[in-house]
Nanobody, 111 residues
Framework: QVQLVESGGVLVQPGGSLRLSCAAS????????MGWYRQVPGKQRELVAT???????NYAEPVKDRFTISRDNAKNTVYLQMNSLKPEDTAVYYC?????WGQGTQVTVSS
C-alpha cells in the first residue's frame, strides 16, 4: 500500500507564491506518474497537473504558465510550485498516484 502525505498549504495573498510537497511511502513497486488535483466544496475534484516518472508534465488550462510541477524520484516526492496565485485557486489540493490519494492540504488565496 502506498501512502501520500501533502504539506505546504497555507493562507496566501493574491499574487503570492506557494510550494506544495507530496511524499510517497510504503510499497512503491511500480514507477508511476504523480500529480495534483484540487477541489472546492460543491464541485468535482479537478486536475491541476501531472508528471510522468520521466518528468513530462501536463497542466490544466487555468494554471498553465503559473504553476510548475516537478518531482524527485530519489525521494519519491512531487512538488507543485504555484505563482501568481488568484482567489479562484483556493481549494483543497490532493496529491495523486494511480494507486493512492493524499489526505489533502488547504490552500487559501485571500487578502
Amino acid at each position: 500500500q502506498v501512502q501520500l502525505v501533502e504539506s505546504g498549504g497555507v493562507l496566501v495573498q493574491p499574487g503570492g507564491s506557494l510550494r506544495l510537497s507530496c511524499a510517497a511511502s510504503g510499497s512503491i513497486v511500480t514507477p508511476s506518474s504523480m500529480g495534483w488535483y484540487r477541489q472546492v466544496p460543491g464541485k468535482q475534484r479537478e486536475l491541476v497537473a501531472t508528471i510522468t516518472y520521466g518528468g513530462r508534465a501536463n497542466y490544466a488550462e487555468p494554471v498553465k504558465d503559473r504553476f510548475t510541477i516537478s518531482r524527485d524520484n530519489a525521494k519519491n516526492t512531487v512538488y507543485l510550485q504555484m505563482n501568481s496565485l488568484k482567489p479562484e485557486d483556493t481549494a483543497v489540493y490532493y496529491c495523486w498516484r494511480f494507486d493512492s490519494w493524499g489526505q489533502g492540504t488547504q490552500v487559501t488565496v485571500s487578502s
